[in-house]
């Protein structure tokens, strides 16, 4: 499966104070074009997966904003091409040394911080 991403090019050669939108160029005649975009780019669904899953293991543990919104928007991504399988909470040896972790097992489990899991 493969997803397709969509990239814009940034405002070239023109101040964002002559022009108030960032996706129109002014040509030399004073008309106003759309920006060119950048070719289409492709990633593997997989390496998609991947990637997420090793920076919600591996961030610092002050990134639980990051990791809450990379989560959502990678899991969103996964179900829109039909790729989603559920997520695991981390446990402590899931994690690197003295990293937060998701779920305590016992009885009854603990839960840790909820945005080191793993997605499937």
């Known amino acids: 499966?493969?997803?397709f991403l969509f990239a814009r090019?940034?405002?070239i050669g023109e101040s964002p104070r002559k022009?108030?939108?960032r996706n129109h160029l002014t040509s030399a005649t004073g008309q106003r074009r759309?920006?060119?975009?950048?070719?289409r780019k492709t990633i593997?669904?997989?390496?998609?997966?991947?990637?997420a899953n090793f920076f919600l293991a591996n961030?610092?543990?002050?990134?639980?904003?990051?990791?809450?919104?990379?989560?959502?928007?990678?899991?969103?991504?996964?179900?829109?091409?039909?790729?989603?399988?559920?997520?695991?909470y981390l446990t402590k040896r899931d994690v690197s040394p003295g990293d937060t972790f998701g779920i305590t097992h016992g009885t009854p489990?603990?839960?840790g911080d909820e945005t080191r899991v793993e997605l499937f």
């Open 109 to 111: 489990p603990t839960m």
């Open 9 to 11: 090019r940034g405002f």
């Open 59 to 88: 961030s610092a543990n002050e990134q639980t904003g990051q990791r809450k919104g990379f989560q959502d928007l990678a899991a969103s991504l996964l179900m829109d091409v039909g790729a989603y399988r559920g997520f695991r």
């Open 44 to 51: 593997e669904i997989e390496t998609l997966r991947a990637r």
């Open 1 to 3: 499966m493969v997803l």
């Open 34 to 39: 759309v920006a060119p975009m950048k070719q």
């Open 19 to 21: 022009n108030s939108c």
